[in-house]
């Protein structure tokens, strides 16, 4: 079956970095867009950024624009997110998700399959 697994969340200051890891298993890889989606307590998921299944394309929601940056590698099933200058606003957990670039990005904001999460706080 598919499994997809988060790691690399903690507690980080404002204004530090974390890097989450995906590692994906039970698909082909390679095939799947990749996206992370976040929800903080209280509030609805949302869609963090998302990258194409060859790793060209890019897409991020305007708030993490030039703070988190979203990569791949298909040779180890997995994708990342960097994310730096964190502020006390990206806490949240974070979710891994597989599936189509088109529907992530778009309104229906979802993917085909989903890890666990991984648990992101930012003190300030």
């Known amino acids: 079956q598919v499994q997809l697994v988060e790691s690399g969340g903690g507690l980080v200051q404002a204004g530090g970095s974390l890097r989450l890891a995906c590692a994906a298993s039970?698909?082909?890889?390679?095939?799947?867009?990749m996206g992370w989606f976040r929800q903080a307590p209280g509030k609805a998921r949302e869609y963090v950024a998302a990258?194409?299944?060859?790793?060209?394309?890019?897409f991020y929601e305007d708030s993490v624009k030039g703070r988190f940056t979203i990569s791949r590698d298909n040779a180890k099933n997995t994708v990342y997110l960097q994310m730096n200058s964190l502020k006390p606003e990206d806490t949240a957990v974070y979710y891994c998700?597989?599936?189509?670039?088109?529907?992530?990005?778009?309104?229906?904001?979802?993917?085909?399959?989903w890890g666990k999460g991984t648990l992101v706080t930012v003190s300030s």
């Open positions: 998700a597989a599936g189509s670039i088109a529907i992530m990005i778009g309104p229906d904001s979802t993917g085909e399959y």
């Open positions: 039970g698909l082909t890889f390679s095939s799947y867009g």
């Open positions: 990258i194409s299944w060859s790793g060209h394309s890019t």
